[in-house]
């Protein structure tokens, strides 16, 4: 159990609750679905589903198609589109090889990639590149370069590298457009404004500085110069130090806690760091834990009060597996695992099974039901990227511990 007197841990009361909830309900609830969603590897149709989604999305010139409908007589121009949401697809593609399974989209993942460095990273100084946001594509008025997506940029692009892929200047200079954002405390300001060359710092974005955090990380991998872990180690220690004051109010940042993974993973921490980002990381699991629906019989069982968005219970779906690698409390791993079982359980419903949208991920999981707003069965490209992430690596944790 955990100790509740050590001030590096944190845990509120709820937690007893939890406890007893996910033993009693969902024991063998879960066990059983588990196995009833398993062929060759537990989730191989639906993540396959997916990936050939994000596969038939990629346009000859390596776009992303951004927005689908189930309805396949409603169409979309590609105008709309989010330079961000576009390297977090990449980063989808990449983690379909690098957790295992197959390399058959490669090709697409690399003109894809080139798309993206071509239309939206762009230098904006000496020793720096920014991924910049195109006003008529995501609605601003004048050119700005998120944080954020360079973040998720490096996660998706780093690895590109060693392929001869992509120049190290360019990932070299996102991670100096990072640190260049981070202010003394380690906060990361959102954007940059690219017409009067200026840094906004009024602008909040919640998990743009995990973002950034994360992508450091990743560069770490094909440039490992210390700055670029001192980097992301002072991010997280801000966010770690300004949101455990948020108690049960704490955002569920995926992106912060998955770089704490990658430090864990590459024992790169020192003891105190350890029991920071550890309570940070359980902090963040309790009250989303204890917002799943739980009881079999809802027909929502999986999600959580209030969210039944599939791009958002993906985004959680990969958090709590990060958190499962940061907890050492075996009775809390135990309750992630079980909350993973159901959640991806309720992905999996919600996955178009049929049609030339196959694979698909609504924006509602009310899209089945009749009456429901047209907006529901929208499908974008970050819906399905988010939901295939986190059955990848939920499924990454099924085949470590061989509980399936």
Known sequence: MFDLTSPTVYIPTTFIILV?????????????????????????????????????????????????????????????????????????????????????FHESRIKASKYFVQRYIKKIGRGKYAVISIPEEEGFNFKIAKSGAAGVALCALSNLYKEGEIELEILQGLGEFILSLQDREGNVYAYYDMENKTIDKDAEAVFYPGEAAAGLLYLYEADPQQKWIDGAKKTLSYLAKNRKKMDMDIPFDNWSVLAIEKLFAQNLLTPEETNTYRAYAEQMAIPMLSNQITNSKNSYFGAFKDNIRPCSLGTIMEGLCSIYFCTDNKQLREIIFKSLSIGCIFLSKVQVKTGEQAGGLPNSANWVKAGVTPNASVIRIDNVQHVATGWLKFQNILKITGNY
């Open 20 to 104: 007893a909830i996910f033993v009693s309900i969902l024991q063998k609830d879960a066990k059983k679905l588990v196995h009833e969603n398993t062929k060759d590897l537990p989730y191989y149709g639906e993540i396959k589903l997916s990936m050939n989604y994000i596969n038939n999305a990629v346009l000859d010139d390596g776009r992303f198609q951004y927005r689908k409908n189930v309805s396949s007589d409603i169409t979309y121009d590609n105008n709309v589109y989010n330079s961000l949401r576009h390297a977090g697809t990449l980063y989808s593609m990449y983690m379909y090889e690098k957790l295992g399974l197959e390399n058959k």
